[in-house]
């Protein structure tokens, strides 16, 4: 059956993945294994069950793409410095006798702090490799999720500085994706809406739930050397794969999971916006999909989602337990556009959680679509009474 896939664009890293994007894709699985059907075996920790073998000339291609944007990281930090000071300079005469809110001064100061920690973790990860360069796998992953939940934090508490950012969390973390059934893995599916979504997700996955996030990525963070650098010691799927289908690839990680392991994808493929949505409704209907392409009319605040990566996670991890996550206030943060008219932020970015443990999740990938559907109709119900005039919506 015929799905939309998250689309995906960008050169392979050195384990043969390669980069995720928004631009809409399309695919096809073959159906779930029956349940009596035997499953690839758990893979430790810091690794997928598979990985596809490295191309000839891989390993060179990354460590080239690693030296750019590290240069380019080297020279854009002074730049972003001088523009910091020139623009709270030039701004001072008018935001001190307004007592205006500085927001120039704050977005350059942010995008300097984020230099500077991206900085900081290319310098810890080499002195990581430095100390134990013949570390295993395992200890490598475990050493580069703790860095990346300190740099994420790091990041959060500047944005909560500058920008004024409060999260609140319904119910707290722990609650949401510990009860019941503490070893079980996860698969964490998030509305993608607002600028730097994914990064708070991961924060709060990380530090706040205590989970070791196996990711989903888009091809454009590969342009960070501190992510391409980290991400790639950690179990991590980069579409579209070379020499594998997409959900082969999805698949491979979800297979791969063991407890407190959280698969995170945003089966929506990018951020809301109003031009998206009617894309994917008219995609629906090019496909014959008339019920689910009505249904997706019907959705005002959320993208229907591209349910092809979804449905493999399932097949391949059928004891896992899913976990759904919408979030509002970052919507509104839809561009940088909006970004200069709404920050700082002016109330609350709320994040909610729901879990659906693995024995509530119907058999078989129709059944499976039409429930998926139905919980990004509950999300969308959600983020409706959330919403403020700004919110994106169809």
Known sequence: ?????????????????????????????????????????????????TRPAARPGTALLTAARRTVTTALLLALIPVVAAVLIAVTVLGAPVSLPSRGPWRPSRMVCFALVYLLVD????????????????????????????????????????AERLFRLRVETTPAPPAAVRTTAP?????????????????????LLLTE???????????????DPCLDVLLGRVPHCFLPPAGHTAEDAIGALAAGLRPRDALVIFPEGGNFTPRRHRRAV?????????????????????????????????????TADVVFVGHA???????????????????????HWWRVPAAEIPAGDAARSEWLLGQWERMDRWTAAQAVPATPHA
């Not at 079980?184 to 708070?200: E, K």
Request: aromatic share 4%; no cysteine; net charge positive.
């Open 1 to 49: 059956m015929s799905r939309l896939l998250p689309g995906a664009s960008g050169d392979p890293d050195a384990s043969g993945h390669s980069d995720a994007a928004d631009a809409p894709a399309y695919g096809s699985r073959p159906a779930a294994a029956p349940a009596h059907e035997s499953r690839p075996a758990a893979a430790p920790v810091g690794r997928p069950a």
């Open 119 to 158: 900085l900081s973790g290319l310098l810890a990860a080499t002195a990581l490799f430095l100390r134990a360069p013949r570390a295993t796998r395992e200890r490598r992953a475990a050493e580069a999720f703790a860095l990346l939940a300190r740099l994420l934090a790091a990041l959060r508490r500047s």
């Open 183 to 203: 070893d079980t893995p996860l698969v964490v599916l998030v509305r993608h809406a607002g600028l730097g979504d994914s990064f708070l997700l991961l924060q």
């Open 209 to 223: 739930a205590g989970l070791l996030p196996h990711t989903v990525l888009k091809g454009a963070l590969r342009a």
């Open 282 to 318: 008219d995609a629906l209907r090019r496909l014959g999909q008339y019920r689910r392409a009505a249904r997706a009319a019907r959705l005002r605040y959320v993208l229907p989602p591209r349910d092809a990566g979804s449905l493999a996670i399932l097949a391949a991890a059928p």
């Open 329 to 351: 206030g970052l919507d509104v943060i839809a561009s940088p556009r909006a970004a200069w008219s709404f920050l700082p932020f002016g109330g609350p970015v709320r994040v």
